[in-house]
């Protein structure tokens, strides 16, 4: 007997709940805001905005499934399971953060606060919750299949992500490791940089286009469906060790690029969430190319 779909929905703490937890009670947050030139007023409204979308996306869920909430901060202790269908009830990037622990699932994106969030990966309303959840276990329901990157270490850690993978120094010293094509007969370029950026069309409107604009590249951002990667070498230093012929380039479905790492230490983490992250030592190689995984995002 199959197992009824259950529906997770992804949620993170306000900026209300941050407050009331460090200061305590809602007037001492009031005070701490106002010795700044703030008010709490919007703060609270924002808040209560967001368990009212919860409570609404919570009320939509079908009778006959099963249900679960899970906090952004606790996403890499949570076990998805094959048969969940994926509520973001946020912001975009909150999107980005629950896809590098999914294998598949169809994920329905909840816009909490319409305006104040561009919507590009959350675009949806509340009202919309029950028709969508519907759509999602639906034979032939339209998706969107957004490119994800992976980093793939030698001694088998494997991480995903939406947006873009990072590989630098933990801190701001330099990162010192060799690049160069996976698969390539040479040990690749001896670098020292602040770090590596690979990111996907869904990350082209962040990160990934900062460096792309900073450099004047003529290669086109990859569409977030386009099975394309760009990367950047960030600040790569010359010296009579170190090179800088390696800096941009381009992946296909397939191709590959691999770091080996020259230094005592660099983490490799995605989407921001670096306490999640790989971490490399001496010796160490890590080869960053197109997920097979890719997100299913309900339209």
């Not at 909150?94 to 959350?122: C, E, F, H, M």
């Not at 949806?124 to 759509?135: G, T, V």
């Not at 900073?214 to 600040?235: H, I, K, M, N, Y």
């Not at 941009?248 to 230490?265: A, I, K, M, P, Y």
Request: glycine share 10%.
């Amino acid at each position: 007997m199959s197992l009824a779909p259950r529906a997770v929905l992804v949620h993170r703490r306000t900026e209300y709940e941050e407050l009331l937890a460090r200061h305590g009670t809602h007037g001492q947050a009031a005070f701490f805001l106002s010795s700044r030139g703030r008010a709490i007023d919007d703060v609270a409204r924002r808040h209560e905005r967001t368990q009212q979308a919860l409570r609404d996306v919570a009320a939509a869920v079908p009778l006959t499934w099963r249900s679960t909430r899970v906090e952004r901060a606790d996403l890499d202790r949570f076990l998805f399971a094959p048969e969940d269908v994926v509520v973001v009830v946020g912001q975009d990037g909150l999107v980005a953060n629950a896809a590098k622990y999914l294998s598949g699932q169809p994920v329905v994106g909840i816009d909490t606060d319409p305006g104040r969030n561009p919507g590009v990966l959350v675009r949806h309303r509340c009202a919309d919750a029950a028709a969508l959840l519907r759509a999602a276990t639906a034979t032939g329901s339209t998706v969107d299949a957004l490119t994800m990157v992976e980093a793939v270490a030698d001694d088998t850690q494997r991480l995903v992500a939406l947006n873009e993978i990072y590989l630098g120094p933990p801190g701001h010293q330099t990162a010192r490791y060799r690049l160069g094509p996976d698969g390539a007969p040479a040990p690749g370029e001896a670098q020292a940089s602040s770090g590596v950026l690979v990111g996907t069309g869904t990350g082209a409107t962040g990160w990934l286009r900062s460096l792309w604009l900073e450099r004047g590249s003529t290669t086109p951002l990859p569409a977030p469906s386009d099975p394309r990667l760009l990367w950047f070498v960030r600040e790569a230093w010359p010296s009579p060790a170190t090179g800088t012929s390696l800096v941009s380039g381009e992946l296909g479905r397939g191709q590959g690029l691999r770091l080996t790492v020259e230094s005592d230490r660099i983490v490799v983490f995605g989407d921001g969430m670096e306490s999640d992250a790989l971490e490399l030592t001496w010796g160490q190689s890590v080869r960053l190319g197109i997920s097979a995984t890719a997100l299913r995002l309900v339209v």
